[in-house]
Structure formats: structure tokens, C-alpha cells
């Protein structure tokens, strides 16, 4: 299941931006989530997912930025129950030129995967080094880095385009692809008083949100499905609640239950 890199795009910046677009000021957060089952196939086996998430974003245009990322799920079928932790930390240079990753992910609490590595934008080529699990160097096609994909959105959305396609590179998985991204884009809204999240959303400024979503395709399996999809309110700041990630089988909500918006950085020393 590729629910780290879902995760990791619906809850998450600076450069590769179109030059015609503002670039966007993002907020640093930490934002919790409650993770509950939304629909499951019988072909699934699914019969109820809980869990939590726990998104912390940092850093600044001098410092560039960093993601600390926990998703804990219980997922159980009508024969066994099983417990997936996945702890990814990122770091992302304000330039959008190096990228470093690391994600562990833990099965009934046992260490089941690590995945470890360092990626460069080069003029022509995304080269990635890859530590973990084994030693290896891919080179890929030109892309974007996560915060610079978040970046870009926000661009776009400001700029009222409604429709778009990209790519990005978030380490996830292998480490060894792209994935191409198809990005629709809702009318700017504010919360009605219906909202569930309302009590937590009335911390972040602008309360105006996009409703978003974005499918992921892995073109290199030649696909024209996509992998998965997510659907979220997306902030100005670059908070995001309100998620669903469906995996075609099977789908999740997210909701936000704990946002802490810290200081904004100090402007850059000259």
C-alpha cells in the first residue's frame, strides 16, 4: 500500500515555481489527524481501519525545509488484525536542487522496510543515491520535490486555474520513480457551520480554502489508472484537512483533530 506517500502529499516549498505565480508563504505547523475507514471492498478484505497521523512541517526560505511524518494504522480483516507504522523524515534545500529522505516502516511494531537516500536536481536529470535498503543510483527524469509540488498548487489555485498536470519525486517506496500527478482545483471557499473541523480550522489564517484532488499515476508500469487518489481543503499557508485517500478498494478519511501554527521565520539575513 503506498499509503506514506498519500499521506505525506495530502497533509504537505519554494522554487521551480512558475515565475508568473507569487510564490507562497507556508505556514510551519504541526497538524494531527484521525485516521478512520470511509469505504472497502469485499475484494479489500477490509473490515475497519483507525489510526493517526502526525504532520509537522518547518523551516524557511534561507533554512529550506523539513517534514517530520508519523501514520500509525490498525487495519483489520475478517481473519487478522495488523498494526503499520510508517516515520519518515525529510529535508528539502529552499533552491529546490537536493532532497533527503528517510522512511521506516513498521509491521505489528517490527522494523519491516527502511528506505534511505539523497536526491539531486541536476539541469537534465534527476540523480538519485540511494543508502537504504540496498546501495544503488537511478537517474530520472526532470521533476519537482514535494514543497516545491505544494508550491506550485497553491500558484496555480491563486492564479484560478481549475486543471493541471505534473510530477514530483517524494522518495516513497523504491526511491526509484516519478509519479505524474493530475490536479483539479475547486472554487475558493470559506467553512459553512457545518463544518467538523471548525473548531481546529478557526486557528488558520486564511480560513479560505480550494477544494482539491489529485490523482497519482506511475507511468512507468504504464499505467492509466491511477495508483490512488486524495481529496482535501487546501489552505493558502499550505495546511491541508478534510482528506480522503482512496485506493481504489479501499478508502480513508482524515480528519483534523490538533493544529499548532508556530512563529513564522525571521526574513533572511542579508
Not at 528506505?115 to 543510483?137: F, S, Y
Not at 497553491?154 to 505524474?180: C, P, Q, V
Amino acid at each position: 500500500m503506498r499509503l506514506t506517500r498519500a499521506a505525506l502529499l495530502a497533509s504537505t516549498a519554494l522554487a521551480f515555481v512558475p515565475a508568473a505565480l507569487a510564490q507562497p508563504s507556508l505556514a510551519p505547523h504541526r497538524a494531527v489527524y484521525d485516521i478512520f475507514l470511509d469505504e472497502a471492498s469485499d475484494r479489500s478484505g477490509i473490515t475497519a481501519i483507525k489510526g493517526r497521523m502526525v504532520y509537522e512541517f518547518n523551516g524557511s526560505a534561507c533554512e529550506g525545509y523539513t517534514v517530520n511524518f508519523r501514520f500509525v494504522t490498525r487495519i483489520d480483516t475478517a481473519d487478522a488484525s495488523r498494526l503499520t507504522d510508517q516515520q519518515t523524515s525529510t529535508y528539502e534545500d529552499a533552491d529546490g536542487k537536493t532532497f533527503n529522505f528517510v522512511t521506516k516502516a513498521y509491521v505489528d511494531q517490527a522494523l519491516d522496510r527502511e528506505v534511505k537516500g539523497h536526491a539531486t536536481r541536476q539541469a537534465d536529470a534527476i540523480v538519485v543515491e540511494i543508502d537504504k535498503p540496498q546501495e544503488n543510483t537511478v537517474e530520472l527524469e526532470p521533476t519537482q520535490f514535494p514543497t516545491q509540488h505544494l508550491a506550485e498548487l497553491i500558484g496555480k489555485a491563486r492564479a484560478g486555474e481549475t486543471f493541471y498536470e505534473t510530477s514530483l519525486f517524494d522518495g516513497s517506496e523504491d526511491a526509484d520513480r516519478i509519479m505524474t500527478t493530475t490536479v483539479i482545483i475547486g472554487r475558493e471557499e470559506m467553512p459553512d457551520v457545518g463544518d467538523e473541523e471548525l473548531q481546529v480550522a478557526k486557528a488558520i489564517e486564511p480560513q479560505a480554502f480550494w477544494p482539491v484532488s489529485i490523482a497519482y499515476f506511475d507511468l512507468s508500469e504504464g499505467e492509466e489508472i491511477p495508483d490512488y487518489r486524495i481529496d482535501f481543503k487546501l489552505h493558502e499557508n499550505g495546511i491541508t484537512r478534510d482528506l480522503v485517500m482512496d485506493y481504489g478498494d479501499f478508502s480513508m478519511t482524515g480528519k483534523l483533530v490538533d493544529l499548532s501554527v508556530f512563529e513564522q521565520p525571521k526574513g533572511c539575513p542579508n
